[in-house]
C-alpha cells in the first residue's frame, strides 16, 4: 500500500515562490502518474499537473503553466511541484495523488486517482 505525504505549503506573498514536496512509501513500483490537484473553499477540486513516474513525461492546467514545474527523484521517492510567480487565485490546498496503470480517465481528471495525501495549504497574499 503507497501512502502519500505532503509538505511545503505555507503564507508567501503575492510574485512569491514555493515548494511543495510528496514523499510517497511502500509499494511504489505500482505508482504510475503523480499528480496535484488543488481545491479552494467553495471549489471543486481542480488538476495542476502531473509526471508519469517511468517515463517523466508531464502535464499542466492551462492556469499553472510557464509558472509550475513539476518534478521527481526516484531515488527519494517523492515529487515537487515548484510553484512561481505566484498570485492570490492560486491560494488552496494541494493535494498529491497516484494515477494507477490503465485508468481509463485522463491524467487531469481526479477519478483518475486511486491515492490521495492530506493535503497542503497553500495561501498567497496580494
Known amino acids: 500500500q503507497v501512502q502519500l505525504v505532503e509538505s511545503g505549503g505555507g503564507l508567501v506573498q503575492a510574485g512569491g515562490s514555493l515548494r511543495l514536496s510528496c514523499a510517497a512509501s511502500?509499494?511504489?513500483?505500482?505508482?504510475?502518474?503523480m499528480g496535484w490537484f488543488r481545491q479552494a473553499p467553495g471549489k471543486e477540486r481542480d488538476f495542476v499537473a502531473a509526471l508519469t513516474w517511468g517515463g517523466g513525461d508531464t502535464f499542466y492546467a492551462d492556469s499553472v503553466k510557464g509558472r509550475f514545474i513539476i518534478s521527481r527523484d526516484n531515488a527519494k521517492n517523492t515529487v515537487a511541484l515548484h510553484m512561481n510567480s505566484l498570485t492570490p487565485e492560486d491560494t488552496a490546498v494541494y493535494y498529491c495523488?497516484?494515477?494507477?496503470?490503465?485508468?481509463?480517465?485522463?491524467?487531469?481528471?481526479?477519478?483518475?486517482?486511486?491515492?490521495w495525501g492530506q493535503g497542503t495549504q497553500v495561501t498567497v497574499s496580494s
Open positions: 511502500g509499494r511504489t513500483f505500482s505508482i504510475y502518474t
Open positions: 495523488a497516484t494515477r494507477p496503470p490503465g485508468s481509463i480517465y485522463s491524467v487531469n481528471d481526479p477519478r483518475a486517482y486511486s491515492l
